[in-house]
């Protein structure tokens, strides 16, 4: 008899939305967070908008490199031990209809690279030290840089319960798609936004 677990319900594959995305605001953006505020304006974020239901391919291909070790008259394979850097990871999304998911990211860029002044953080949201290289260096911890943070992606069954999640840290964006609308359909509007990082690590829920 076939195994139940392994048996794909037909909700299942109806649906468009199978992940569940969760943004933490990298530290250079958390000085805009005006969470639980009655506040909007092109100054501020809320971390109550960092929650995108995606759909597309959010998870990446693994790849630790193999070597051929000489042997006699042949060669055996052998691993090498060391893991290649992962693909970006494009994020299909719905976009809310406040904006709100959206400007995050616009916000995450324009701290990356004002688009008046095409410096990194015109605001000077961060505290900024320079070494003798005359290089730029944050002082803050965890993260290599300020503009980084941890994305987590859960995968969801049927019925919207979290199965699966994958952890990307020092993760950031590097780009944000256009807005995608038709108002001759009833689909909502839809963009995407791409992101490098790091680490991977997943685990089962």
Do not use: H
């Not at 998870?59 to 051929?68: C, E, G, K, L, R």
């Not at 319960?161 to 038709?182: D, E, H, P």
């Amino acid at each position: 008899m076939a195994d139940v677990i392994t048996q794909q319900s037909i909700l299942n594959k109806s649906r468009q939305d199978k992940f569940l995305l969760i943004l933490n605001l990298p530290d250079a953006l958390k000085k805009l967070n005006k969470s639980g505020q009655l506040v909007r304006t092109s100054d501020t974020l809320n971390l109550d908008t960092l929650q995108y239901s995606v759909y597309g391919t959010v998870v990446p291909a693994t790849n630790i490199q193999a070597s051929n070790l000489p042997y006699a008259g042949q060669s055996l394979n052998v691993t090498t031990g060391k893991r290649d850097n992962y693909a970006p990871i494009t994020v299909n999304f719905t976009v809310d209809n406040g904006f709100n998911n959206w400007w995050v990211l616009w916000k995450w860029l324009s701290f990356i690279n004002d688009p008046e002044q095409s410096i990194l953080d015109s605001d000077n949201l961060t505290p900024i030290a320079k070494n003798s290289l005359d290089k730029v260096v944050y002082s803050n911890t965890g993260n290599l840089e300020p503009y980084q943070t941890k994305i987590t992606v859960y995968g969801l069954d049927e019925y919207n319960n979290k199965k699966i999640q994958w952890n990307y840290s020092k993760a950031f964006i590097t780009n944000l798609a256009g807005i995608s609308y038709n108002y001759r359909t009833p689909d909502q509007m839809e963009s995407s936004f791409t992101f490098t990082f790091s680490q991977l690590v997943a685990e089962l829920l």
